[in-house]
Nanobody, 120 residues
């Protein structure tokens, strides 16, 4: 079982930056692929960035070059650095962990979300 708690959201002006953090507890963090999703009211949750247990990353086209996902297995934390924020980045950002190895491979866990609002 993995528990996830996001932090770092807030109100930011266009062009600004944020770093979101997702702290995990429980066993299996280093065996998890980790991802950040975002959701706005009335729309489906969309994947913005993913990092595998081996450190490979991929990004949604809409955020490439502005978002950077990273992980610190020693701190049980995954980060999302967001630069050059745009109003359309406004959303609730969710952290996801999915086990890639072991008998519970495929098990997926979600945090509660953190609001990011980009507005002047």
């Amino acid at each position: 079982q993995v528990q996830l708690v996001e932090s770092g959201g807030g109100l930011v002006q266009p062009g600004g930056s944020l770093r979101l953090s997702c702290a995990a507890s429980g066993s299996g963090f280093s065996f998890c692929g980790l991802a950040w999703y975002r959701q706005v009211p009335g729309k489906q949750r969309e994947l913005v960035a993913r990092i595998t247990s081996g450190g490979s990353t991929n990004y949604a086209d809409s955020v490439k070059g502005r978002f950077t996902i990273s992980r610190d297995n020693a701190k049980y934390t995954v980060y999302l650095r967001i630069n050059s924020l745009k109003p359309e980045d406004t959303a609730v950002y969710y952290c996801n962990a999915q086990l890639e190895i072991g008998p519970r491979k495929g098990s997926s866990y979600w945090g509660q979300g953190t609001q990011v609002t980009v507005s002047s």
